[in-house]
């Protein structure tokens, strides 16, 4: 007998989360984090689709996307959020549809949080 593990629905919704909005997703986190915020949102899209189960890693790669949407570190002004926040102009138009998948990708990180508890418990930070 073959023994498999259960894709949660929640990590197939935010993979097709992540996977029909990349582009906007993308805008977001090169004008909130810059080339690097874009290398790890490419990579998350990227990687999802394969995922199987939620792993600790994989939550803290989510967690890092949420803080950068949800402008977590603009108020350290050592970090590259808190630079790239300053260029903003707040009547852009991207503003609300950045506001708009903030909230879309928050409620999808909700149900994963809900479905697996576990994997988001105590995340120390990823390394650089």
Known sequence: MKHF?????QLIAMSSFLTEHAEPLLNAA????????????????RDLPEQKTLSRRLARKLQ???????????DDFETAEAE???LIDPE???VPEICWLTDQFSDYL???RDADPGAFQALPPLAA
């Open 5 to 9: 593990t259960p894709i949660h629905p």
């Open 30 to 45: 090169g004008l909130l984090g810059g080339a690097r915020a874009i290398s790890h949102v490419a990579e998350l899209i």
């Open 64 to 74: 890092g996307l949420r803080d950068l949407l949800t402008l977590e570190h603009v």
């Open 84 to 86: 790239h926040f300053a």
């Open 92 to 94: 852009d138009p991207i």
């Open 110 to 112: 909700d149900a994963l």
